[in-house]
């Protein structure tokens, strides 16, 4: 019979869920900056093709990079929340933290998949050719891990948190 902090363990929260998502769109773009350091390609550059992908008018504005990253991280933050909604609380209670790195993981690769292969051939081919396949994978990868490790390492712990004394 499982005890009570073990029903809690996995029971994600919407902070809980923001933050894996966010976790997982920084891992992200640390993974392009540091391809983008020994390429000719510019960071900057990745940033304002998805503003483009989005909003195409404004791909050449003064903040399109800003722009950019903005719709990166939202959709990150997004991404967080309906992993968790739909696979995230499944995994956990039948497979622990297993399934849920696993799940992640293999949730942002079929992600990139749909997105590399359908989605972006039409919105914006440009950014398809950007990098390579290779790293654009590997970057949904590390999302999915940074991702799932998040969802694994950060239990809930507002009941131990509303226990402990306030210091005068």
């Known amino acids: 019979m499982k005890t009570s902090q073990q029903e809690n363990r996995f029971g994600f929260s919407i902070s809980q869920a923001l933050l894996a998502g966010l976790a997982g769109g920084i891992a992200e773009v640390l993974w392009i900056m540091a391809w983008t350091t020994v390429t000719p390609l510019q960071a900057t550059t990745v940033a304002r093709e998805v503003t483009r992908t989005v909003f195409p008018g404004m791909a050449e504005a003064a903040l399109a990079t800003e722009t950019g990253l903005v719709i990166?991280?939202?959709?990150?933050?997004?991404?967080?929340?309906?992993?968790?909604?739909?696979?995230?609380?499944?995994?956990?209670?039948?497979?622990?933290?297993?399934g849920v790195?696993?799940?992640s993981i293999i949730s942002l690769t079929l992600i990139w998949a749909v997105n590399f292969l359908l989605v972006?051939?039409?919105?914006?081919?440009?950014?398809v050719t950007l990098m390579p396949a290779g790293v654009t994978l590997v970057s949904k990868i590390l999302f999915g891990l940074a991702m799932g490790l998040v969802l694994v390492a950060v239990p809930r712990r507002y009941e131990t948190l509303n226990r402990m004394p306030v210091a005068n």
């Open 72 to 98: 990166h991280l939202a959709i990150s933050l997004v991404l967080g929340v309906v992993f968790v909604w739909t696979l995230g609380k499944y995994l956990a209670h039948h497979y622990r933290g297993t």
């Open 101 to 103: 790195l696993a799940g």
């Open 120 to 127: 972006l051939p039409i919105l914006n081919p440009v950014f």
